[in-house]
Every structure is written in C-alpha cells, then in structure tokens.
C-alpha cells in the first residue's frame, strides 16, 4: 500500500490515512500506517499522534527521533490545531462546547475534556417508515483524551454514524445497509502546526475517503 502523502520536507512528513489502517502496529500485527510509510520512502519515521483504526485523515510522522519529541510536545501544548469532519445522529445546535469531565482510559478518576463543533450541514430523511435526521459537523479539541469526540458527542446525544462503540446501532446498520459503510464516519481534515525555520503556520488540508463523501453526496452536502 502507498499512502498519499500531503506535504514533506527535512522534518516532518504528512500523509492521509485511510479508514481500516492502524498509525502502527503492535508486534505480531498486521502492518499500519508508520510501516508502509517508512517502506514507501526506505527511511524510518516516527509517529507524532496518531489517530484510531476506522478514522481517515491526516496523520504526522517526524523523520528523526528528536524532531519526534519536539513535535509531540507541540501537541500536548495544543499548539497544533487539528480540525475534524462527522457524520452525527440528529440535528445539532449550530454551535457549541462539549466540556463534559470524561473517565480517564485504562486508569480511575475523570480528567477535563474540551470540545468545539459547528454545524455545516443537515437533512431530515424517511427511512423504513422512520423520519430520522443527520448533520456534519466540524470538531475541535482543546484537549487530548482517548475518544474524546466520539465519547463527548454521545454524551449530547449526537452520537457518530457508524461507531460500533458509541454510535446508535440503528443507524449504524442502516448506513451498512444503504451506503456499504461499516465505520466510525470521522475525518480528520485539516492540521495547522508552527514552522519554526519559516518563522508561520503551516495548515494543510485533507478530503476524507470515498466511503465518507459518498455519505455526503447522497445527502446533498457539499465540502466547500
């Protein structure tokens, strides 16, 4: 497999991932995103974030160890902005804050978590004799928790279509059933990182996979 790769240079190489390949894999497993990368330009690369399974989009990877640790500090610090399109459940407000504590992962206790969404589009649809309703949206952490968006959109009742964990199994299988779509629709579209030589910001963009835009289209919306 050969990953599009969005930008390179000395440092850092962006890519889009597809939807069903890991950032990297545990020994033993299949091969992920870091791997086929690192034999698609016969160097090692060193992952910065990474970003789940089902989700697609732009994924960071640094070309030595050290620009690795600068970079992963950037994203602690949340000066790295990473902007996100969903498909969710029901028709969401225009705007908001999602700032519901979430349990931390694998450990006891809540940490604060943060999330922005903006409604770009919405449709109301007649399924099996249902009316059911749909919005995209755009989202943006303020912080880095596991599953943040998808835990935070469920906690306002606007679940992911497709995530098998948190989504609503209804509309899960009438998305398999209509689209062919068995995933978590999230896309990670848009990275903006500080170029430190350059002395600005660096914003890149990425269009999600063509199980996603196939969603959209069937929908009338359109990315612009």
């Known amino acids: 497999m050969k990953l599009r790769i969005i930008s390179q240079d000395r440092s850092l190489v962006v890519v889009h991932k597809p939807s069903g390949l890991v950032t990297y894999a545990d020994r033993g497993a299949p091969p992920g995103a870091k791997e086929f990368l690192e034999k698609q330009l016969g160097k090692k690369v060193f992952p910065v974030h990474r970003i789940d399974k089902d989700t697609c989009g732009l994924l960071v990877f640094a070309l030595s160890d050290q620009v690795a640790r600068d970079f992963t500090a950037l994203f602690r610090s949340r000066v790295v902005k990473k902007q996100y399109l969903a498909v969710v459940h029901g028709i969401t407000p225009r705007s908001g804050s999602i700032t519901t504590p979430l349990e931390k ?77 068995k995933r978590t629709l999230l896309s990670a579209v848009a990275v903006a990182y500080p170029d430190r030589v350059k002395q600005q910001m660096v914003r890149l963009k990425s269009t999600p996979d063509a199980d996603f835009m196939k969603v959209l289209a069937s929908f009338g919306w359109k990315l612009t």
């Open 105 to 181: 992962h694998k450990e006891k206790g809540t940490e604060p978590a943060h999330t922005d969404y903006a409604q770009l589009a919405q449709v109301e649809v007649e399924w099996d004799g249902e009316k059911r309703g749909y919005s995209l949206i755009r989202c943006e952490m303020k912080t880095g928790r596991y599953h943040q968006i998808r835990r935070h959109l469920r906690s306002i009742g606007h679940p992911l279509c497709g995530d098998p964990v948190h989504g609503n199994g209804w509309d899960n299988r009438a998305f398999e059933e209509r689209f062919g779509v």
